[in-house]
């Protein structure tokens, strides 16, 4: 068990309670709720008497870190660490690498913005990275269960407020740059300087995988670095990408060698994610062989590109919520249609509103039917937050529905045959935030909702 804890309600006896100032709420509050249920000593920022030793530091989060580093980290240094930083692809790259692992024989934990997975354990996390102690804590916990490997997602916010101290990964991999978190970041430059700190938690034998066809690549190739892509230049080339609405044939050099595998995956981004995936398994070791053979038992996560038969055609739900994955979906299925492409999207409340105006343009601009509903509106109005997608538009192929479920239904029922329903912004996610409650919500019930009434 971990020494330290934030959470007064956490607290068991003999831990040490960390009082920090968070944005909403101050830990130095609880602190007779952590003695009570247990803390033998407390460490806080403030001049406070209490009835356990106090430690008072200039900085509690600052001290945390630095006791966690120096009494945990080493704990992990017999397990194999993956990390996968990126705009878009995170998820689907970590979830596909966390499953061939363990259909490999080789016992691995998945965290990220779907949860933490391991054995028969899934459990909900409330960050895509974690807040330092609670990443440590699932590391322990994975370790404790046998886990040799961890896969996860490293996200900007983590790197720039420093969530992975003491952590170094084995293998690294960057799947694409684009607009997002400008909200916290606050201009690009600041983003992908956020990104670029990964480098300091790669081993110095560790090896980053590089999608060579992203136009921010060059940034990320230092040191031990294997790149992929279209591109002639790439360490490994893709040659074709042949796509259904079922699966996708890929074939690619690699050491000289041809090589070809049918995924489940649907999509050009899935032909990236994929490959990361691949050369991430290569980097630890791993034939290429074994990882053609068991690629057709591989099925990417809930809400990535996820299929369903409704109505006259199909229902595509995905997490596309970024101007540039948005455009990738779309575009992916503007690919393979034989008749129509329609899309539900909204944009989120209280984040980036500059992303909203271009996100309407992309959605109407490659789409044969627009409908823009509400998606987290948050503490927003949701009719401020339709017209900045929607100001500018120079396009009439579109229609407002601010209620997701009512949208979503609209969308099925106007499909002709083999049109494409797309439904972006939302893919796992089983909630809807309106002001501040999260109430109950999920696409994929929606759909199945639509299909267990018709």
């Not at 990443?135 to 490293?154: D, F, P, S």
């Not at 420093?162 to 740059?177: V, W």
């Not at 690009?188 to 921010?216: E, Q, R």
């Not at 049109?419 to 996610?429: A, S, T, V, W, Y």
């Given at each position: 068990?971990?020494?330290?804890e934030?959470?007064?309600?956490?607290?068991?006896?003999?831990?040490?309670?960390?009082?920090?100032?968070?944005?909403?709420?101050?830990?130095?509050?609880?602190?007779?709720?952590?003695?009570e249920?247990?803390?033998?000593?407390?460490?806080?920022?403030?001049?406070?008497?209490?009835?356990?030793?106090?430690?008072k530091?200039?900085?509690?989060?600052?001290?945390?870190?630095?006791?966690?580093?120096?009494?945990?980290?080493?704990?992990?240094?017999?397990?194999?660490?993956?990390?996968?930083?990126?705009?878009?692809?995170?998820?689907?790259?970590?979830y596909?690498?966390?499953?061939?692992?363990?259909?490999?024989?080789?016992?691995?934990?998945?965290?990220?913005?779907?949860g933490?997975?391991?054995?028969?354990?899934?459990r909900?996390?409330?960050n895509t990275?974690?807040?330092?102690?609670?990443?440590?804590?699932?590391?322990?916990?994975?370790?404790?269960?046998?886990?040799?490997?961890?896969?996860?997602?490293?996200?900007?916010?983590?790197?720039?407020?420093?969530?992975?101290?003491?952590?170094?990964?084995?293998?690294?991999?960057?799947?694409?740059?684009?607009?997002?978190?400008?909200?916290?970041?606050?201009?690009?430059?600041n983003y992908?300087?956020?990104?670029?700190?990964?480098?300091?938690?790669?081993?110095?034998?560790?090896?980053m995988?590089?999608?060579n066809?992203?136009?921010?690549?060059?940034?990320?190739?230092?040191?031990?670095?294997?790149?992929?892509?279209?591109?002639?230049?790439?360490?490994?080339?893709i040659?074709?990408?042949?796509?259904?609405?079922?699966?996708?044939?890929?074939?690619?050099?690699?050491?000289?060698?041809?090589?070809?595998?049918n995924?489940?995956?649907?999509s050009?981004?899935?032909?990236?994610?994929?490959?990361?995936?691949?050369?991430?398994?290569?980097?630890?070791?791993?034939?290429?062989?074994?990882?053609?053979?068991?690629?057709?038992?591989?099925?990417?996560?809930?809400?990535?590109?996820?299929?369903?038969?409704?109505g006259?055609?199909?229902?595509?739900?995905?997490?596309?919520?970024?101007?540039?994955?948005?455009?990738?979906?779309?575009?992916?299925?503007?690919?393979?249609?034989?008749?129509?492409?329609?899309?539900?999207?909204?944009?989120?409340?209280?984040?980036?509103p500059?992303?909203?105006?271009?996100?309407?343009?992309?959605?109407?601009?490659?789409?044969?039917?627009?409908?823009?509903?509400?998606?987290?509106?948050?503490?927003?109005?949701?009719?401020?937050?339709?017209?900045?997608?929607?100001?500018?538009?120079?396009?009439?192929?579109?229609?407002?529905?601010?209620?997701?479920?009512?949208?979503?239904?609209?969308?099925i029922?106007?499909?002709?045959?083999?049109?494409?329903?797309?439904?972006?912004?939302?893919?796992?996610?089983?909630?809807?935030i309106?002001?501040?409650?999260?109430?109950?919500?999920?696409?994929?019930?929606?759909?199945?909702?639509?299909?267990?009434?018709?």
């Amino acid at each position: 068990m971990i020494e330290f804890e934030t959470n007064s309600k956490n607290v068991k006896t003999g831990q040490t309670f960390v009082a920090i100032k968070g944005h909403t709420v101050d830990g130095h509050d609880y602190i007779n709720s952590a003695i009570e249920n247990g803390a033998t000593k407390v460490v806080g920022e403030e001049d406070i008497e209490c009835s356990v030793p106090y430690i008072k530091v200039d900085s509690s989060k600052e001290y945390l870190k630095e006791q966690l580093v120096e009494n945990y980290s080493k704990e992990f240094d017999d397990m194999k660490l993956i990390g996968v930083t990126g705009t878009n692809g995170k998820t689907t790259t970590c979830y596909l690498t966390y499953q061939f692992l363990n259909e490999l024989g080789y016992k691995t934990a998945y965290i990220g913005t779907i949860g933490f997975y391991y054995d028969d354990v899934k459990r909900e996390l409330p960050n895509t990275t974690p807040e330092q102690l609670t990443l440590y804590k699932l590391i322990m916990e994975a370790k404790e269960h046998g886990c040799k490997y961890v896969v996860m997602e490293v996200s900007s916010h983590s790197l720039e407020e420093e969530r992975i101290a003491g952590l170094h990964f084995d293998t690294c991999a960057f799947t694409n740059f684009t607009q997002d978190h400008l909200d916290f970041h606050k201009t690009m430059d600041n983003y992908l300087n956020a990104k670029l700190k990964i480098f300091n938690y790669l081993k110095d034998n560790g090896t980053m995988i590089v999608n060579n066809d992203d136009s921010y690549a060059s940034n990320f190739i230092k040191g031990n670095t294997i790149t992929f892509g279209y591109k002639e230049d790439s360490n490994v080339v893709i040659k074709d990408a042949k796509f259904t609405a079922l699966g996708t044939n890929i074939k690619f050099e690699k050491d000289n060698k041809l090589l070809e595998v049918n995924t489940n995956l649907t999509s050009r981004f899935n032909v990236y994610n994929y490959l990361t995936c691949f050369l991430i398994l290569s980097s630890l070791g791993i034939k290429d062989e074994d990882i053609i053979n068991i690629t057709k038992d591989i099925k990417p996560p809930k809400g990535r590109c996820e299929l369903i038969k409704a109505g006259k055609g199909v229902a595509v739900i995905d997490y596309a919520h970024t101007p540039d994955a948005v455009e990738k979906v779309i575009n992916s299925f503007n690919e393979i249609k034989e008749n129509r492409v329609i899309t539900v999207i909204g944009c989120g409340g209280d984040r980036d509103p500059l992303k909203r105006p271009i996100m309407g343009d992309i959605a109407c601009k490659l789409s044969d039917h627009v409908i823009f509903t509400n998606d987290n509106p948050r503490t927003e109005d949701p009719k401020n937050i339709m017209n900045d997608i929607t100001k500018d538009l120079k396009y009439d192929n579109f229609e407002i529905i601010f209620d997701r479920v009512e949208a979503i239904f609209k969308g099925i029922d106007m499909m002709e045959d083999n049109d494409i329903l797309l439904i972006l912004g939302k893919g796992h996610e089983d909630y809807q935030i309106l002001g501040k409650e999260k109430i109950h919500y999920d696409d994929h019930e929606t759909v199945q909702k639509w299909i267990d009434n018709n």
